[in-house]
Structure formats: C-alpha cells, structure tokens
C-alpha cells in the first residue's frame, strides 16, 4: 500500500465548470504525477511535481493546471471542463531511492456532459 | 509520436499455457523498462522491471526479455491463470534524466480461459 488517497472517485460535471481532483499521500514522497488513461491511448502524463511548488508539463497538458502546496497534496485542476477530458485520472508517486517504479492511485472517474 | 508501442491489442491463451506480450519502444535514451497490470477499476498495479544492463529478469511465474538492438522487449506469463486477466502495460524511462518520467504503451489486454 503506497499510502495514495484520489478524491472524488467519481464525478460528472457539465461542459465550462471548474473541476479539481485531489491526489494525497501519506508517506512524504518528493515526485507526484498526474496520468489519464483512455482507450486507444494508454498511460499519458498530464503534469508532474518534484517537490512543494515545483511543478512541469508531461504530454497532454493543455486544459490542466496543477499545484502543490504541501508535500502530501497535488492537486489537479480543469478550468473549463470540456467533453474531452471525460476520462480516468490517476495519480501516482515514486519512492525515494526506489529503483524507479511508481506506485498509483485507484483512480478518479470523471464524465464531463 | 508513441515512444511506447504495444501493437497486440489484444490476446487470448489457455490457462496453462504461456502468454507472451510484447512491447516495442524507439527511445534509445530509455534504461528502465516495466511491465503494469491493471484490473477493471483499480489502479495499475506494478509487475516487474528490467534494467537495460540486463536481458533478462525472472520472478516466480513472470518473466521479462529485453533486446536493445531491436528496441524490444516481452513479458512472458508460465503458466497461465485465470487471475492474470487484465490489461497490461508496457512502460519506459530514461532515469538519468531529473524527474524519471513513465512513458507508457497503449496496454494489451490478456484473457486466460480457464
């Protein structure tokens, strides 16, 4: 157990509203990621955070915002919600000094009408 | 551009028999490979990895090969079980770059009849 908790699970929001999901961990880890997964295309990396306030893009960043306030917190925000970023979000962390897996979350379901 | 290439998308064997998936990356720069699995509505759930200083690495049923020359590698199941239905993902990084990024595959996904 990697100690990550996503909230909300599940969500469905209407086109041109703000969304935010929450990606908590308990362990203190310094990197956290942002993945989507889509049929067709896999694992994408959305953002990524090597530490409070140190935050960069990964390859589907457009529509995304992160911050990363606290260690234990990364959260990621849609601004306007649009229909194509209904998909699942999943966070994940790597371990310090670990050989390089990470470890996710269970994932937040998000269905934008 | 997919630096990550699973090309089966997917792939059915009898329980007992071996599955072989099979991933396909063009990033000369990546020196870490691993294998996910991922269950309907769970998170991807790490498997194994390999090193690119090795060829191949073994733990219990799973297996992974890699070939640097074709830019290949495999992950081989013996033998299979019911409970390895899932899909699976390929994934890649460079770990000599700052922030050890995953670049994933598309995912295959596995059916073992029983």
């Known amino acids: 157990d990697a100690g990550i908790t996503q909230s909300p699970r599940h969500k469905v929001t209407e086109t041109g509203t703000p969304v935010t999901l929450r990606c908590h961990q308990t362990e203190n880890h310094r990197y956290m990621y942002w993945y989507r997964q889509d049929p067709g295309h896999g694992l994408r990396l959305i953002h990524y955070?090597?530490?409070?306030?140190?935050?960069d893009k990964g390859e589907v960043s457009d529509g995304y915002s992160v911050s990363r306030s606290k260690t234990e917190d990364f959260l990621l925000t849609l601004e306007s919600a649009t229909s194509s970023q209904t998909s699942v979000y999943f966070c994940?962390?790597?371990?310090?000094?670990?050989?390089?897996?990470?470890?996710f979350g269970e994932g937040s379901r998000l269905t934008v009408l | 551009d997919q630096q990550v290439k699973q090309n089966s998308p997917s792939l059915s064997v009898q329980e007992g028999r071996i599955s072989i998936l099979n991933c396909d990356y063009t990033n000369s720069m990546f020196d870490y490979f691993l294998w996910y699995k991922k269950y309907p509505a769970e998170g991807p759930t790490f498997l194994i990895s390999?090193?690119?200083?090795?060829d191949k690495n073994e733990d219990g049923r799973f297996t992974v090969f890699l070939n640097k020359s074709a830019k290949h590698l495999s992950l081989h199941i013996v033998p299979s079980q019911p409970g390895d239905s899932a899909v699976y993902f390929c994934?890649?990084?460079?770990?000599?770059?700052?922030?050890?990024?995953?670049?994933f595959g598309t995912g295959t996904l596995l059916a073992v009849q029983p």
């Open positions: 994940a962390i790597r371990w310090t000094g670990g050989s390089g897996e990470l470890f």
């Open positions: 390999i090193s690119s200083i090795k």
């Open positions: 994934a890649a990084s460079d770990r000599g770059g700052a922030t050890n990024k995953l670049i």
């Open positions: 955070s090597y530490g409070v306030k140190d935050t």
